[in-house]
């Protein structure tokens, strides 16, 4: 599976930005999806996941009320929306993949994106 992010971008403090993350290759299997960021100088951290049917969610509280994760599969894609955004939110966003069932921990995902840089004003 090769997956592919992509929406990053420069936005004020309260702006919103839009991630894609489209995956291909063997992609019949259903697989969940997760969205980490790495700042710099900072361990990678979770942000939100998504079960493969898409009922199953999971936010890190600092993006609870804020981001919202959600997927077409018929696209292949799974799509962070981000809102209110902050300059804590600065960071490169990767997606990941590799399970059938989502997880916060970066180690428990096989496939990952090239990751998408973030970059929230003050």
């Known amino acids: 599976v090769q997956l592919q992010a992509s929406g990053g971008g420069l936005v004020q403090t309260g702006g919103s930005l839009r991630l894609s993350c489209a995956a291909s290759?063997?992609?019949?299997?259903?697989?969940?999806v997760g969205w980490f960021r790495q700042a710099p100088g900072r361990e990678r951290e979770f942000v939100a996941a998504?079960?493969?049917?898409?009922?199953?969610?999971k936010y890190a509280d600092s993006a609870k009320g804020r981001f919202t994760i959600s997927r077409d599969n018929a696209k292949n894609t799974v799509f962070l929306q981000m809102n209110s955004l902050k300059p804590e939110d600065t960071a490169v966003y990767y997606c990941?993949?590799?399970?059938?069932?989502?997880?916060?921990?970066?180690?428990?995902?096989?496939?990952w994106g090239q990751g998408t840089q973030v970059t929230v004003s003050s």
């Open positions: 290759g063997r992609t019949s299997n259903p697989y969940a």
């Open positions: 998504i079960s493969w049917g898409g009922r199953s969610t």
């Open positions: 990941a993949s590799g399970s059938s069932v989502w997880s916060t921990r970066s180690y428990e995902y096989d496939y």
